[in-house]
């Protein structure tokens, strides 16, 4: 039977083939992302304009979804924001605006989604190799990295937390994928994956993951970064 997906960032990369993929597979998709035109004509997708920096859109975004279905069964939180800069140049803003996306949007996101939730459902949060402790690191991702790896430990506590009553949460750590946001960083890059790829091993993993693991970081890489 098709479940009910929430899925950030979905308007290139890894999120927009994750819509293709699940939907293709029969799946209710509701794709979040400030930009909803790439998603808005697939056919099982709602697509919806979604700023994951303003919890009142946030907020207005899970109850017009709840206004159509009764649960979410898979929540993927994979919207990122990547600054590449020296230290030294990285402003307020630039690590605000990081960790606004990378962590205070996923949780207030979760937050929002979780009592639509059953206990059989499951949550994936995508971070990065980078913010894995004791994984190559690369100049110009202090803001990128450390975000990231606030997001690895806040699945690890929430999976504590709700393991009697669930749902499960899990975090991929991602390395290198050949994706928009990759080559603006990274330009002239060539990553072993390709975004299609990465997004069928993600959809694999939200479906049945959760049947073998609660709060785990599992490194998705062929490569570092």
Not at 29 to 52: E, Q, Y
Not at 83 to 96: H, Q, S
Not at 109 to 129: E, F, I, R, W, Y
Request: with cysteine.
């Amino acid at each position: 039977m098709g479940k009910n997906i929430i899925i950030t960032g979905t308007s290139r990369g890894i999120g927009l083939e994750l819509v293709k993929q699940f939907t293709a597979d029969g799946h209710r998709v509701f794709a979040l992302s400030r930009n909803d035109a790439p998603t808005a004509s697939i056919i099982g997708c709602s697509s919806i304009s979604c700023d994951l920096t303003i919890e009142d859109q946030i907020q207005t975004s899970v109850a017009q979804i709840l206004s159509e279905v009764d649960q979410i069964d898979i929540l993927i939180n994979n919207s990122g924001l990547l600054v590449n800069k020296p230290f030294g140049e990285l402003t307020a803003i630039d690590w605000l605006q990081s960790y606004s996306v990378n962590v205070f949007g996923v949780a207030l996101l979760t937050q929002a989604v979780l009592p639509a939730m059953p206990k059989d459902g499951h949550v994936v949060n995508v971070s990065s190799m980078g913010g894995i402790m004791g994984s190559a690191k690369f100049p110009g991702l202090t803001a990128y990295s450390s975000s990231k790896g606030a997001l690895i430990t806040m699945t690890e506590v929430l999976a504590e937390e709700f393991k009697e009553s669930g749902p499960s949460f899990n975090v991929l750590a991602l390395g290198a994928v050949q994706t928009e946001m990759l080559e603006a960083a990274f330009p002239g890059y060539q990553a072993p994956i390709t975004a299609a790829q990465m997004a069928d091993y993600i959809k694999t993993f939200a479906l049945s993951g959760n049947t073998m693991y609660n709060g785990k970081v599992l490194p998705v890489s062929s490569s570092t970064p």
